[in-house]
Nanobody, 123 residues
């Protein structure tokens, strides 16, 4: 069974940076992407970014492109999300979840999520 554990969230001022971590266990990475998705208060689940562990191919939502960077450490079975130039609209509960890219981009609410890590961007 695949288990994902997020960490690294916190309170940061607009323009600041945070790095989220996703520690994965039981994940083979042969067919699934590791995806970051988020849910802001009172809003639906939104796809943020994805990486394919086998090749390192990455994808980003337009809202975060150029500000967020997804990366992996295969030896540590960990995926990171470096978030720079944070905005108030990035405030959300962030989750990592394994699953097909198409599902992550179009139906992120259907991915199995853990507890997530809270990111709050506020002055």
């Amino acid at each position: 069974e695949v288990q994902m554990q997020e960490s690294g969230g916190g309170l940061v001022q607009p323009g600041g940076s945070l790095r989220l971590s996703c520690a994965a266990s039981g994940f083979t990475g042969r067919t699934d992407y590791v995806n970051w998705i988020r849910q802001a208060p009172g809003k639906g689940v939104e796809w943020v970014s994805s990486i394919y562990p086998g090749t390192g191919n990455t994808h980003y939502a337009d809202a975060v492109k150029g500000r967020f960077t997804i990366s992996k450490d295969n030896a540590e079975n960990t995926v990171y999300l470096q978030m720079n130039s944070l905005k108030s609209e990035d405030t959300a509960l962030y989750f990592c979840a394994a699953g097909p890219l198409y599902i992550a981009m179009n139906r992120p609410e259907t991915l199995k999520r853990g507890q997530g890590t809270q990111v709050t961007v506020s002055s």
